[in-house]
């Protein structure tokens, strides 16, 4: 027989869930303890779980518990903007979980972020800073932002634009190694890369380039070190281990300012396709539409100065 699932319960489970504590979440509510602790207990048995291990000490989240959680923030979020829709103010409620690149969400997303906020007082935004390619279904992401393609058919891209790419290395690196005209010159004075990736199984260190017909061209050089994070990969660069091939937004200040400097231009790889990605579900909550609409207006914009003519 289907069961009704009470929202006001699923507050107060996430309640609960949030401090980690029954008597703080009922102090948050407003409400006797003995209360919360009936909803919860009620709420296990129409679900037929255990949502909480619970010590004298502490109170944690089940397997179970946690699936919950994720799913009833979700739910209650679509909950406060179906409100919203009979609110003469229309103004957008819930939280809003999303995925970005670390140097993207510090130098463009998080200084901008207030400014939203502002416009949406009803909004909470978990921002997960991260290079690695999150599960966007499993972990909760209402929408995250990739850089590179995406191949899951269950998965819907949005493009914002493209990051051109450009070869940096230090002045003390070039004064040991010399100042490469060509690839070739890469092998010829022994050249070294600092090698990036996303995932350790790839150790394939390379140069890549676009050639004068637009094909794709490689070279195969030696890297002594080996990152996973984009601040690492520009530190690495400026330390003066090897050359790195990167976004030409996030090297661009160093380039200005002496630090790294760009050498073969010309043979750089080609430009990276940045995304806005989200599930392929029926219904895009409109608090989701919004924050993706102005995150690619801010993502435009920011692209915009990535041009031959501001180099």
């Known amino acids: 027989m289907a069961t009704n699932l009470d929202l006001a319960a699923l507050r107060v489970f996430l309640q609960v869930a949030e401090l980690a504590h029954f008597s703080r979440a009922a102090d948050e509510l407003g409400l006797p303890k003995g209360r919360v602790s009936q909803v919860v207990r009620e709420l296990e048995a129409q679900l037929g779980t255990r949502l909480f291990q619970r010590t004298t000490r502490r109170v944690s989240l089940t397997s179970d518990g946690e699936l919950l959680a994720e799913r009833a923030r979700m739910l209650l979020g679509d909950a406060s903007e179906i409100e919203a829709l009979f609110q003469q103010d229309q103004q957008l ?27 949406h007082q009803g909004l909470q935004v978990e921002l997960s800073c991260t290079d690695r390619r999150v599960d966007l279904v499993e972990e909760g992401f209402d929408c995250v932002l990739r850089v590179g393609a995406v191949h899951d058919p269950m998965l819907v891209a949005r493009p914002v634009g493209q990051m051109r790419m450009m070869n940096v290395a230090s002045p003390a690196y070039l004064a040991r190694r010399g100042m490469p005209s060509t690839p070739e010159d890469l092998v010829a004075q022994g050249h070294e890369l600092v090698h990036y990736s996303q995932t350790w199984a790839d150790r394939r260190p390379r140069f890549d380039w676009m050639d004068t017909e637009g094909r794709a061209r490689s070279l195969n050089l030696p890297a002594r070190v080996a990152v996973n994070h984009t601040d690492a990969y520009e530190v690495a660069a400026l330390a003066g281990m090897g050359i790195a091939q990167a976004p030409c937004v996030g090297m661009r200040a160093a380039v200005a300012d002496g630090r790294l400097v760009r050498l073969l231009e010309g043979y750089e790889p080609a430009p990276l396709t940045v995304q806005l990605v989200m599930s392929q579900r029926r219904h895009t909550p409109r608090r989701v539409r919004v924050f993706m609409d102005w995150l690619t207006e801010l993502l435009m914009a920011h692209l915009a100065d990535d041009n031959p003519a501001h180099d």
């Not at 809003?96 to 998080?110: C, E, G, H, I």
């Open 93 to 119: 409620g819930g939280r809003l979980r999303v995925d970005l690149p670390v140097r993207l969400a510090l130098d463009l997303v998080l200084p901008s972020l207030p400014e939203f906020l502002a416009s």
